[in-house]
T-cell receptor, first 115, second 111 residues
């Protein structure tokens, strides 16, 4: 695989607490993304980054912030977790064209439960 | 109305059958992706298409830009193909992160 890891894999937290999810890549790719996946919805973009300290909002960015101080790390923070943020979170990087099978590489996901 | 619609939502097939999953979209696109999500949750990129047809092993993806439609075909299906298949489009002129995802097609292949 393209060397993308997410941590933690699972987390249970209480409403109102801050939570930070980490995405780490070893491929030196410029573009990184955070998505959330919920039943009845397709994957939805939260935030993305196109370089160190360069980030932009996605479709469902309210309640989330991100930081990218190094190429390899993209952090997603829930400043004050709410039950509506219970979801599976995926980090992804986009890859250059290497033939018929390419595009995006996804992390294994973080299952976050806010109680 | 969703901008990316997949059909069917669920599909059950017998091993060896030829499978087709469809994706229709309503926006102008610069590219279309097919992804596979395994039962364990991991997501794998299968194809990125901007025109024509691509093939990788038993998987074939086609796109008709004029019709705004793409199909993913699996030949000689196998139980290990059981997964959710997701179509996603990159909005034409949109930013790099602007993928719009379908809700997925859940495929179950019985031995």
């Amino acid at each position: 695989d393209a060397g993308i890891t997410q941590s933690p894999r699972h987390k249970v937290t209480e409403t109102g607490t801050p939570v930070t999810l980490r995405c780490h890549q070893t491929e030196n790719h410029r573009y990184m993304y955070w998505y959330r996946q919920d039943p009845g919805h397709g994957l939805r973009l939260i935030h993305y980054s196109y370089g160190v300290k360069d980030t932009d909002k996605g479709e469902v960015s309210d309640g989330y912030s991100v930081s990218r101080s190094k190429t390899e790390d993209f952090l997603l923070t829930l400043e004050s977790a709410t039950s509506s943020q219970t979801s599976v979170y995926f980090c992804a990087i986009s890859l250059p064209d290497r033939g018929p099978v390419y595009g995006y590489t996804f992390g294994s996901g973080t299952r976050l439960t806010v109680v | 109305k969703n901008e990316v619609e997949q059909s069917p939502q669920n599909l059950t097939a017998q091993e060896g059958e030829f499978i087709t999953i469809n994706c229709s979209y309503s926006v102008g696109i610069s590219a279309l992706h097919w992804l596979q999500q395994h039962p364990g949750g991991g997501i794998v990129s299968l194809f990125m298409l901007s025109s024509g047809k691509k093939k990788h092993g038993r998987l074939i993806a086609t796109i008709n830009i004029q019709e705004k439609h793409s199909s993913l075909h699996i030949t000689a299906s196998h139980p290990r193909d059981s997964a959710v298949y997701i179509c996603a489009v990159m909005n034409y002129g949109g930013s790099q992160g602007n993928l719009i995802f379908g809700k997925g097609t859940k495929l179950s292949v019985k031995p």
